[in-house]
């Protein structure tokens, strides 16, 4: 399934530019879960998150984007578009 939108996948994990933030004071938003958590309990490489969240990667299977989605708790239409599901994408 193709990723709908990056920064819509963003709003649900924390960043690069969330950590930085942190770092420097700035409050997080404590409903984020972190890529390790989200690739861990999705049975995905914490990498693979990273390539999606960066726009690297926009596809995955069926069953790996519903296990995303399940995880972040959001039906899997939100992250991504049905339509346009692919049959030899990886993860």
């Keep these: 399934m193709r990723l709908s939108s990056t920064q ?3 709003t649900f994990i924390y960043t690069k530019e969330d950590m930085d ?7 997080i938003d404590s409903r984020k879960i972190t890529q390790r958590s989200l690739a861990r309990r999705a049975e995905v490489s914490q990498a693979f998150i990273s390539q999606l969240a960066s726009g690297k990667k926009t596809s995955c299977k069926p069953e790996t984007a519903e296990r995303i989605a399940e995880v972040i708790g959001v039906d899997v239409t939100v ?3 049905p339509e346009n599901a692919l ?3 990886v993860a």
């Design 8 to 10: 819509r996948l963003r």
């Design 87 to 89: 049959t030899s994408c």
């Design 79 to 81: 992250l991504f578009d």
């Design 21 to 27: 933030a942190y770092r420097n004071g700035t409050p």
